[in-house]
């Protein structure tokens, strides 16, 4: 499924409206090049689950930690492990063990360590659109509300 992005207004609608849709485990990753915008759905996700604090790429911490209202999220960055190897030793078992949403980007770069994951995002950029592409890849339901429309994944 593809959804235009026109705007930063668009994709904070979009997150709120995935926040709305998500479940409280779920597995996410998120594809795209450079400045795509995939850190800004993210932000966009935690600020309709109430968060007001900065919301920053993990790029150099791996992994930024949210609880947000009893939710727990996790927000990871691969772009600069050079080994997937390294996922092993910060405890990416553990993180994918606790009961909460996480995101992956650049999540082709640790594959062989990631368990399977539940959505899968790729964010292209074409002229001045956002394109978000959508795909499920696990059983669990998920009913997207978007521009008044009712979207299963």
């Not at 026109?6 to 779920?26: F, I, R, V």
């Not at 964010?123 to 429309?149: D, G, P």
Request: hydrophobic share 45%; charged share 25%; aromatic share 10%.
């Amino acid at each position: 499924m593809n959804i235009e992005l026109k705007n930063l207004k668009e994709t904070q609608l979009l997150g709120a409206a995935l926040m709305a849709s998500l479940p409280k485990s779920c597995l996410i990753f998120l594809h795209g090049q450079l400045g795509a915008g995939k850190t800004t759905l993210v932000r966009s996700i935690l600020r309709a689950a109430g968060y007001q604090g900065a919301v920053k790429s993990p790029t150099y911490t791996l992994v930024e930690e949210y609880n947000i209202n009893g939710q727990k999220f996790f927000h990871f960055d691969l772009y600069r492990i050079a080994d997937p190897e390294e996922l092993e030793f910060m405890g990416i078992r553990d993180y994918m063990k606790e009961d909460a949403i996480c995101f992956i980007e650049w999540a082709e770069l640790g594959e062989v360590f990631l368990p399977k994951p539940d959505l899968i995002f790729n964010v292209s950029v074409q002229s001045e659109l956002r394109i978000l592409n959508m795909s499920k890849k696990s059983q669990k339901i998920i009913k997207l509300r978007w521009k008044n429309n009712d979207l299963l994944l």
